[in-house]
């Protein structure tokens, strides 16, 4: 089973055309940090458990 997440269903992201699919959750959430640092200049690290969740709901089993 594969994991993805497309940056557009976001809320306040919709522009973004960013998608990544990974083999194991934990390799995409490394793909979602690395994107959010470099498209969108955010820390991952500064995530706080609510926009994490949050987040946990986009991502879908491919």
């Known amino acids: 089973m594969a994991y993805s997440y497309a940056c557009a269903d976001c809320e306040g992201m919709e522009a973004c055309p960013a998608k990544v699919v990974a083999e194991t959750e934990d390799e995409l959430w490394q793909l979602i940090g690395l ?28």
């Open 35 to 62: 994107h959010a640092k470099i498209a969108h200049d955010e820390d991952a690290g500064e995530w706080d458990d609510e926009t994490r969740a949050y987040l946990k709901t986009l991502i879908k089993t491919v």
